[in-house]
């Protein structure tokens, strides 16, 4: 494309590649249905790694049902901009940033009414214009299934470390979550992993696990697709009621069975990275 449009588009995409140049590891979060939990992960996975010492971002491209902001805490707080070509992340703590329409003013209850090019448009000014500085992990969160939002993100990330598909025990989530798995193969983005969410409900009164959902469903599918097997977060109570009230479940309650096992599979995600650099 030439002429000043051309320009500015060349432009934006020098800048994407400049401040993704600063990141270290770029991993998209995505699911094949809806209702799984995945952005639960995404956030969990972002406050624990934060938690472990490591400067990260999390960017919310869940444009229609933007939820990440609330599961923060950080429910009407705003993104602002020096200028037209940089805008400043909502700074959770010192070594927690964040992005997310939800922080561009907009009124809660009004849906996002758009389509594939104006997400596409902006994501990518999401991606190119936000002074992310220099992080460790830039967890992103994306709608479910395979469309605009998570391709948009695997075709202008350089060098995106890789997926993480999340999956609930159920035949349906397991069907879908499959989908997801060949879209990253197709794409040729490295697959880092499956994560069985809601494995199992604790009761808070007995202690007895029910298997609402199933049990075992995620980890046999992602070896029956030949793909690495992260580990499985159980449902608790609790952890919903603390992403409720914006509450790092990790670090209110770090020896809880699901902040356990989200420290674990992060514990896992750095040893697959460290070995593969």
Not at 65 to 86: C, F, I, R, W
Not at 155 to 172: D, F, H, R
Not at 258 to 265: K, L, R, Y
């Amino acid at each position: 494309m030439h002429g000043p449009q051309g320009a500015e588009l060349d432009a934006q995409t020098a800048r994407l590649n400049e401040r993704m140049s600063k990141i270290t590891y770029k991993i998209l979060v995505m699911s094949g249905k809806g209702g799984v939990g995945k952005t639960t992960v995404s956030v969990n996975l972002a406050l624990s790694l934060a938690k472990k010492g490591y400067k990260v971002g999390i960017l919310d491209t869940d444009l229609h049902g933007p939820n990440v902001a609330k599961m923060l805490g950080a429910q009407g707080q705003k993104m602002y901009s020096h200028d037209e070509d940089t805008i400043e992340p909502f700074e959770v703590s010192p070594n927690l940033k964040a992005v997310s329409l939800a922080f561009a003013g907009n009124d809660d209850d009004s849906p996002v009414i758009w389509r594939g090019p104006l997400k596409i448009s902006v994501i990518k000014q999401f991606l190119a214009d936000v002074n992310w500085g220099t992080l460790d992990y830039l967890i992103i969160d994306s709608p479910p299934g395979t469309g605009d939002e998570p391709l948009t993100v695997c075709q202008m990330i350089p060098e995106l470390t890789g997926s993480i598909v999340v999956t609930t025990p159920q035949e349906v989530s397991i069907l879908d979550s499959r989908k997801s798995i060949n879209f990253s193969r197709q794409i040729k983005v490295a697959l880092l992993g499956v994560i069985e969410n809601m494995s199992g409900f604790s009761c808070p009164h007995c202690g007895e696990v029910i298997d609402i959902f199933g049990k075992g469903g995620g980890q046999k599918a992602a070896q029956e697709m030949g793909a690495p097997f992260l580990g499985s977060i159980p449902i608790e109570k609790a952890l919903m009621e603390a992403e409720d009230q914006g509450i790092s479940y990790v670090d209110s309650a770090p020896e809880s069975a699901s902040a356990q096992a989200i420290m674990a599979i992060v514990d896992k995600i750095e040893a697959t990275l460290s070995s593969s650099r």
